[in-house]
């Protein structure tokens, strides 16, 4: 483990250093998109991109936590209440947003 970490870091450090790339600021403009803006840029993206990413991490994390159920048996009633819960509060998020389309 200390051999990747390390080499990566290496590797990290020799392409950071001996890369080709000049920055310049042309390059950076985004003229070529055939808008010249003046004024500060600003990088927006869609909220339904963002909504989507929430649900995947939420769900995400509920099968995480579906690995503790299995190997603590001790506690095994107070995790599945809480597995529950945070299953009904992830419906809840997601009909609040109105993420749920029941039909086509």
């Not at 000049?22 to 339904?48: Q, R, T, V």
């Not at 992830?90 to 947003?97: P, Q, R």
């Amino acid at each position: 483990l200390m051999f990747i970490v390390i080499f990566s870091l290496v590797f990290f450090f020799v392409t950071f250093f001996f890369n080709k790339k000049k920055n310049k600021l042309m390059k950076n403009s985004y003229f070529e998109s055939g808008f010249n803006y003046l004024g500060k840029l600003l990088f927006s993206y869609s909220i339904h991109f963002f909504m989507i990413i929430l649900i995947f991490i939420l769900f995400d994390l509920e099968l995480f936590l579906f690995l503790f159920i299995y190997f603590n048996l001790n506690l095994i009633y107070w995790m599945i209440f809480l597995l529950i819960i945070f299953i009904m509060m992830t419906l809840v998020l997601e009909w609040k947003y109105i993420k749920l389309i029941w039909f086509l």
